[in-house]
């Protein structure tokens, strides 16, 4: 009984231990890798661990926004992978050699087609060093307006007005276009579009537009709200109040009430928006006149 337990051992022994490659002379066995994995698996959960508890410090630091909090709570987890993957291939003995292995890995990545993983991972790095979005932003990406909920290695994860979660990659916001409502400066300048028919008095109408203005408490009294004659169009003048708003996540709430705001204004005034016209003239056909 004994004798077969060892040959079964020994069996156990030789599979494990059989080499299957070699990285620089050093042979890598089905051992090595299952520690490799057990390894990276016990460097993942702490890292989520500091992460926890990194969160926990930080939101007591009222001082910082957010969107800080965030960038230095996911550095310190890449660092704390970068060492634990240079830590486990050491521990099992391959030597990375100034991470030539690594990068030799991402070559062979992109040969087989994963390029667009690997500009991904790249464009999160410069998102979350160079900032131009941040955790909390308000954002417009193509047809989507929401706020950014979280930057990831690969994608950035944007809460629509909707309460929908959209999965953006994040090489979209390094080689396209992207609005950006809460970037540096927080104040917006609001532009509110009317038309007036051309027997209106525009000094009533440019009076009442800063009425309204004046009367939502959500507009900034400074700068102070101003009123332009942009155009004359087909059927009226067309008018536009700007006016300056505190938090950009509102600009379509105070876009409604200032709307609805103005159309009671004007109708307090006298004031009236003309709808588009069009005229038409009917005139008799002439008797037709056949030769003979």
Same mark, same amino acid.
């Given at each position: 009984?004994?004798?077969?337990?060892?040959?079964?051992?020994?069996?156990?022994q030789k599979i494990?231990?059989?080499?299957?490659?070699?990285?620089?002379?050093?042979?890598?066995?089905?051992?090595?890798?299952?520690?490799?994995?057990?390894?990276?698996?016990?460097?993942?959960?702490?890292?989520?661990?500091?992460?926890?508890?990194?969160?926990?410090?930080?939101?007591?630091?009222?001082?910082?926004?957010?969107?800080?909090?965030?960038?230095?709570?996911?550095?310190?987890?890449?660092?704390?992978?970068?060492?634990?993957?240079?830590?486990?291939?050491?521990?099992?003995?391959?030597?990375?050699?100034?991470?030539?292995?690594?990068?030799?890995?991402?070559?062979?990545?992109?040969?087989?087609?994963?390029?667009? &993983?690997?500009?991904?991972?790249?464009?999160?790095?410069?998102?979350?060093?160079?900032?131009?979005?941040?955790?909390?932003?308000?954002? &417009?990406?193509?047809?989507?307006?929401?706020?950014?909920?979280?930057?990831?290695?690969?994608?950035?994860?944007?809460?629509?007005?909707?309460?929908?979660?959209?999965?953006?990659?994040?090489?979209?916001?390094?080689?396209q276009n992207v &609005?950006?409502?809460?970037?540096?400066?927080?104040?917006?300048?609001?532009? &509110?579009?009317?038309?007036?028919?051309?027997?209106?008095?525009?000094?009533?109408?440019?009076?009442?537009?800063?009425?309204?203005?004046?009367?939502?408490?959500?507009?900034?009294?400074?700068?102070?709200?101003?009123?332009?004659?942009?155009?004359?169009?087909?059927?009226?003048?067309?008018?536009?109040?700007?006016?300056?708003?505190?938090?950009?996540?509102?600009?379509?709430?105070?876009?409604?009430?200032?709307?609805?705001?103005?159309?009671?204004?004007?109708?307090?005034?006298?004031?009236?928006?003309?709808?588009?016209?069009?005229?038409?003239?009917?005139?008799?056909?002439?008797?037709?006149?056949?030769?003979?």
């Amino acid at each position: 009984m004994n004798m077969e337990l060892n040959e079964a051992w020994e069996l156990v022994q030789k599979i494990i231990e059989f080499p299957l490659f070699t990285v620089k002379q050093t042979p890598v066995t089905l051992l090595s890798i299952v520690i490799l994995f057990f390894f990276l698996g016990l460097v993942g959960l702490f890292a989520r661990l500091v992460r926890k508890l990194m969160t926990r410090w930080l939101s007591r630091l009222s001082y910082l926004e957010e969107g800080t909090r965030f960038v230095l709570i996911r550095v310190t987890q890449y660092i704390i992978f970068a060492i634990g993957i240079i830590t486990a291939f050491q521990f099992i003995g391959l030597d990375l050699s100034g991470l030539t292995v690594i990068f030799g890995l991402l070559s062979v990545g992109i040969g087989f087609g994963l390029q667009n &993983i690997v500009s991904n991972f790249i464009s999160g790095l410069v998102l979350l060093f160079e900032r131009p979005i941040r955790v909390g932003d308000r954002v &417009i990406v193509g047809e989507h307006e929401g706020d950014v909920e979280e930057i990831n290695i690969r994608s950035t994860t944007i809460r629509t007005l909707q309460n929908i979660s959209v999965i953006v990659p994040n090489s979209e916001f390094t080689s396209q276009n992207v &609005i950006n409502w809460s970037h540096g400066d927080r104040r917006v300048r609001l532009p &509110i579009n009317v038309g007036v028919s051309y027997g209106s008095d525009l000094d009533a109408v440019n009076q009442a537009l800063l009425d309204v203005a004046a009367e939502n408490p959500k507009i900034m009294k400074v700068p102070k709200p101003e009123v332009h004659h942009t155009n004359f169009g087909n059927s009226s003048w067309d008018m536009r109040l700007w006016a300056w708003i505190k938090n950009p996540k509102e600009h379509a709430q105070i876009r409604s009430e200032l709307h609805g705001a103005i159309i009671k204004k004007f109708r307090e005034n006298n004031i009236e928006i003309p709808f588009p016209q069009r005229d038409l003239h009917l005139r008799s056909a002439e008797p037709l006149v056949i030769k003979q």
